[in-house]
């Protein structure tokens, strides 16, 4: 479905998704009114990289949201302190309304902290990760 809408007691409200675009569309309208509300979104897939003087990286949010170290309540975390991660590996997720953004490794290494708590807040820029960029498997 790319557009929905409803009409009750004079309220009309009308959203329009547009495949292929990241841009979604709502529009309410009451009698004698009418608003149009554009709101774009773009899925996190890495997170932001730092690097301080120990020669260890580290994973910052690249949104707020709430972290998740695992994709379900019941299931295993995505990586443990200690485990050797690859680029592109999915570290965690971070949900911004109602969005599940995966935060993926930018590159091989080894998780040397953990920084942030599973269904926590965090905030954009925040320290999610510790990362030894010269650790092997």
């Keep these: 479905?790319?557009?929905m809408e409803i009409e009750r007691d004079g309220l009309r409200i009308r959203v329009r998704y547009e495949t292929g675009l990241r841009t979604m569309t709502a529009t309410v309208q009451e009698p004698g009114m009418s608003v149009s509300t554009p709101a774009s979104y773009v899925p996190a897939t890495t997170g932001t990289l730092?690097?301080?003087?120990t020669g260890m990286i580290t994973i910052a949010s690249p949104i707020v949201g709430t972290f998740y170290r695992s994709p379900s309540p019941d299931a295993d975390p995505?990586?443990?302190?200690?485990?050797?991660v690859k680029k592109?590996?999915?570290?965690?997720?971070?949900?911004?309304?109602?969005?599940?953004?995966?935060i993926e490794s930018e590159m091989d290494g080894r998780i040397t902290k953990i920084l942030a708590e599973s269904t926590k807040p965090v905030e954009y820029g925040q320290s999610l990760f510790l990362i030894d960029p010269t650790a092997t498997p």
């Design 1 to 3: 479905m790319t557009e």
């Design 50 to 53: 730092i690097e301080d003087t």
């Design 78 to 84: 995505y990586v443990e302190e200690g485990d050797y």
């Design 88 to 102: 592109g590996q999915v570290l965690c997720i971070v949900e911004a309304m109602k969005l599940m953004n995966e």
